[in-house]
């Protein structure tokens, strides 16, 4: 990764740290009674220790007292812990520097403990352990006589009460995404911090101190903007490079709002509005594909007769929600654009409006610029392009050029002239370059699912964009790419040539690490039983890409890292290159003597410009013809083809699957399918022992032929049975964090209780916070999911009323608790079962993730699971019971995942 710290210049990240991005308010003189004010004192308790990425799964000692929020300030109390002297720590107390203005008020509290040995620890334990935990509680007092809407933000935090009030998800990357709505009436508010130290958050060679920020901001109580402006491409020659935009809209109010449209406001007649791209249709690929190549299918038809029959989109009291739409400019030479977004609160007639303007950036095609496209997670993202320059030292005749992508590392934007800039010196070279966001800075999940996903829907863009611009330079090959990061973006670079080999012509990763775990070891986490701590670690199997090394082999590549490299140590490239050649594969590995993580010129090296000129004008064949080769797989719904063979399904997804290929023979282990494609797979195969005809198979010679293990057989399928088949396939794969490859907005759903509802915009407060996502939330009492719905879904249930059980299912909810049917068909009960989650399947290969609570704190206890920052390690399923708040994992009474026929697999911990 790329701790800022290394990266931005030291008083911009000041600069960001005390007022992120467009949050700063100018401060005004201190009246004598402000209207929002923190206290200076903070009473602190710590610290304990936590393992990497462990604290979603609870693991907090103080909850085996009663919680935190239960104990009050007591100097001569004794908490038991392993990192101080004598074994114990004590309360404490913080100054934090606060400040007010009439409408915000700060608190930033630095925690240090000077009474640790820090380095001593470090020696055995390493970076795992300057990463602890601690409490600190503070008061909010609202002034002023009136109600205050505000918003809450919680820089770097990932937990906190506001008196009885809990909220897990926090803002741990200081987004300022999607913080609570509040509605708070003047007095004191109670406010606990959980503080949590991450070493690849906060920096691994810094000072181990805990700095956070917590911070309220006045809102209007009705419809916000949640950022300022229009997400929308830059202009070339007068015209929107691509013509997708969005707006992000918090419902700041107490009741549910309904957009009724988004019209252009600067020229009345210009009105070139509403939803298309959000209408839900039934074909999800249809969502992705009129966005991604279809820019050119012109003018603006006017959808409002479709709104009005009753679609609208509705942002929930307390809800944030990026909203799409398409722009056309007013003028050719327009410098800004305005666009007037109408909405109405449910169950009133009135109707009102909120005003957004954007300044617009006129470039020329050859600069990097600004592009727009969809997510297929249904939103808005960009990406920067730079396609091939006039003077492009292309090969003779070469009509079609390469993608070079450069993926940035942590916590940077993508329009930042820092990665953008970074290839200025090789201007002319023969490619599309594409600096992708991953949606976010830190790349969403670390350019694996969401992220990726970002990555290649950019790349899909360029043929439209080709279209649309009447752009009359060098095509594009969308499937040769040349890729290329630094940090957190040499991460993504292993991650795309382990899982795209196909595609994949050359990779430069630069400074990254080989997978979270050897980044910090993940050591220090509360102890478990090995047969849990294995299925966390399985979870991860397909981003931990030192096991992944043979999914390279015969793809040049050309690794680079700084050698006192202190943030992300040269060992990542080291062990990395010595991996690769313990696997047959092979790179170049080039350590730049004296150099640290970052330094400028860090992507233009003589060996690095030598290869991207080669590679470049490389003519090799795409995919590779290849006659022995080995493939890795942890999660085939990660997983492309190499040489043309694609694994689809494992027998037991809990273990890494393999296959071997040599001529046409091929061996297999802990694969259940393969998909055979076009150009080369056209005949017999030796699978296993056994000889297999694929020309029969075939329904034409440029489909894949696709072989399933029946038993001890393998046989040949077409690929539309296996399409229609109910098995466990494609986006449904992987662990929970596939619920992340939805098609459309995720939709929420809840029994519609007050704390359901809460819970229910945390967990779409969270998605939109750490991805950018958007979500439908829907409540039984109120209104329900809508049958066309595309994406992927969230239901919240309590007690024994689940509704939609899918009759198969090893996993059942009982007037006691949880039923698991184990994997060899023996029911296991859990009538201590507080809370638990699972994937089920939906049709149309989608996915729901149940939360399911015994009761409203075991709901509470369930949510944490879903999806959010990388390295958690959530399976299939979890059942927890009560003591996986202070035990963490080990308070987990069965976990694992579900094989191809959605049953519990071997691999999986049941208690
Ligand atoms: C550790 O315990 C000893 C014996 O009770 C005491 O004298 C000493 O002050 C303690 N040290 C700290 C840092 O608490
Ligand atoms: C109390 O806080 C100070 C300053 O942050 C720190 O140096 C010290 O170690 C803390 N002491 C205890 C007992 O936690
Ligand atoms: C906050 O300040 C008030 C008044 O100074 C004090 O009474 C209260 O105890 C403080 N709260 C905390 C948590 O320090
Ligand atoms: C609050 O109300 C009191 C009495 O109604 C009034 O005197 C005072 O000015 C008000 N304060 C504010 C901040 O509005
Ligand atoms: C927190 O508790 C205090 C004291 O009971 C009360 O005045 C305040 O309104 C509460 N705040 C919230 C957000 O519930
Ligand atoms: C926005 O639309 C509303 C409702 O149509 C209208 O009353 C208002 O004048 C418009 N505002 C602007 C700035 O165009
Ligand atoms: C919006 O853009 C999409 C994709 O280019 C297109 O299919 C649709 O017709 C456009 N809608 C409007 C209202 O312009
Ligand atoms: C290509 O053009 C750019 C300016 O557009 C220039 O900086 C660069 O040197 C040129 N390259 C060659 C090989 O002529």
């Not at 055995?124 to 006589?145: F, K, T």
């Not at 791209?277 to 603006?300: C, E, I, K």
């Not at 022995?628 to 890494?656: C, N």
């Not at 939805?742 to 967990?763: C, F, W």
């Amino acid at each position: 990764m790329l701790a800022p710290s290394h990266c931005l210049p030291s008083v911009l990240l000041l600069f960001l740290q005390l007022c992120p991005l467009y949050h700063c308010s100018t401060s005004t003189p201190l009246e004598h009674k402000p209207l929002f004010s923190f206290n200076s004192t903070w009473e602190v308790l710590g610290p304990f220790q936590i393992g990497t990425r462990e604290a979603t799964w609870g693991a907090d000692p103080l909850e085996f007292n009663g919680g935190f929020r239960n104990l009050e300030y007591d100097p001569r109390a004794v908490f038991r812990s392993s990192l101080l002297t004598n074994g114990t720590a004590y309360w404490n107390i913080t100054i934090a520097e606060t400040s007010s203005s009439t409408t915000s008020g700060n608190a930033s509290l630095s925690v240090g403990y000077s009474n640790v040995d820090w380095d001593f620890l470090k020696t055995v334990y390493g970076w795992a352990s300057v990463q602890y935990q601690a409490w600190a509680r503070g008061e909010l007092v609202v002034g002023g006589n009136e109600t205050q809407h505000i918003i809450l933000h919680t820089d770097a935090i990932l937990e906190f009460w506001i008196n009885d009030t809990h909220s897990f998800g926090g803002d741990f990357y200081s987004y300022r995404n999607a913080p609570p709505v509040l509605h708070l009436e003047p007095g004191r508010h109670r406010i606990d911090l959980r503080l949590v130290r991450d070493v690849r958050a906060f920096g691994g060679i810094l000072k181990p101190t805990i700095d956070v920020v917590v911070g309220v901001e006045q809102v209007s109580g009705s419809l916000d903007l949640a950022k300022p402006g229009i997400l929308m491409s830059d202009v070339i020659d007068g015209k929107l490079a691509t013509p997708h935009g969005s707006v992000t809209l918090r419902n700041t109010g107490a009741r549910d709002i309904e957009i009724t449209g988004i019209h252009a406001a600067n020229v009345s007649t210009n009105v070139s509005t509403l939803f298309p791209l959000l209408r839900l249709s039934t074909d999800s690929q249809m969502l992705v594909a009129r966005g991604a190549n279809d820019l050119t299918s012109g003018q603006a038809t006017d959808d409002r007769a479709e709104n009005a029959q009753g679609y609208g989109i509705v942002i929930v009291a307390g809800q944030t929600r990026p909203v799409a739409f398409n722009i056309t400019l007013p003028t050719h030479k327009a410098s800004s654009l305005a666009y007037n977004i109408t909405y109405k609160v449910i169950d009133s007639s009135e109707h009102l409006s909120l005003e957004v303007t954007q300044d617009l950036k006129h470039v020329s095609a050859y600069d990097p610029h600004k592009i727009t496209f969809l997510h297929p997670g249904g939103i808005v993202s960009y990406a920067m392009l730079r396609p091939p320059a006039k003077n492009a030292t292309c090969r003779h005749k070469q009509t079609k050029v390469p993608v070079l992508l450069a993926l940035h590392g942590a916590g940077l934007e993508a329009d930042n002239s820092m990665v953008t800039g970074a290839l200025d010196p090789v201007s002319d070279l023969c490619a599309w370059i594409v600096f992708p966001t991953g949606v976010t800075t830190w790349s969403g999940d670390d350019w694996h699912n969401w992220g990726f996903a970002d990555v290649e829907a950019a790349i899909d863009v360029i043929p439209a964009w080709i279209r649309y611009g009447n752009w009359s330079g060098s095509g594009v090959d969308t499937d040769r790419w040349i890729v290329s990061g630094h940090s957190n973006g040499g991460q993504g670079t292993w991650y795309a040539v382990t899982h795209r080999p196909d595609k994949v012509l050359a990779a430069i990763p630069v400074s990254g690490y080989a997978s979270i775990q050897k980044y910090v070891p993940y050591e220090l986490w509360q102890p478990a039983d090995p047969r849990r701590t294995s299925v966390i670690s399985a979870s991860m199997n397909s981003y931990r890409h030192e096991m992944l090394m043979a999914n390279a082999r015969s793809i040049p590549i050309q690794q680079q890292h700084g050698e006192v490299d202190d943030n992300v140590p040269a060992y990542h490239s080291r062990f990395l290159a010595q991996q690769l050649q313990l696997s047959g594969a092979n790179s170049t590995y080039h350590e730049v003597p004296n150099q640290n993580h970052w330094w400028d010129g860090i992507m233009t090296t003589p060996e690095l410009i030598d290869f991207y000129y080669n590679q470049t004008r490389s003519k090799e064949k795409l995919p590779r013809e290849l006659d022995e080769f080995s493939i890795v797989v942890g999660d085939p719904g990660d997983m492309g083809s190499k040489g043309g063979v694609r694994v689809t399904q494992l027998e037991d997804p809990g273990q890494y699957g393999r296959v071997h290929v040599k001529g046409r023979t091929v061996k297999t282990s802990n694969v259940l399918s393969i998909e055979f494609g076009p150009p080369f797979w056209k005949d017999a195969i030796m699978i296993d022992g056994q000889t297999l005809e694929l020309a029969s198979a075939a329904a034409n010679t440029d489909t894949p032929v696709s072989v399933r293990l029946s038993g001890d057989t393998w046989v040949t399928e077409a690929v539309s049975t296996t399409k229609k088949s109910p098995s466990r396939r494609g986006r449904q794969l992987g662990s929970m964090r596939a619920i992340l490859r939805t098609h459309g907005p995720i939709t929420i759903e809840h029994p519609g209780t007050v704390n359901t509802s809460h819970l229910a915009l945390q967990v779409s407060r969270n998605l939109h916070q750490y991805f950018r996502a958007d979500t439908i939330i829907f409540s039984k009492t109120a209104n329900s999911a809508s049958a066309n719905v595309t994406g992927n879904a969230i239901l919240l249930a309590l007690g024994d009323a689940l509704e939609g059980a899918v009759a198969d299912l090893p996993i059942q909810v009982s007037s006691s608790g949880i039923i698991l049917r184990d994997s060899r068909g023996r029911e296991q009960r859990y009538d201590e079962a507080r809370g638990s989650v699972w994937l089920r399947p939906l049709e149309g290969e989608r996915l729901e993730l149940v939360l399911w609570g015994a009761d409203d704190e075991g709901l509470t206890q369930a949510a944490r699971l879903v999806p959010m920052l990388t390295g958690v390690g959530q399976p299939d399923f979890v059942v927890l019971g009560e003591e996986a708040k202070w035990k963490g994992v080990e308070g987990a009474l069965a976990l694992g995942f579900f094989d191809s026929q959605w049953q519990v697999t071997a691999s999986s911990f049941v208690s």
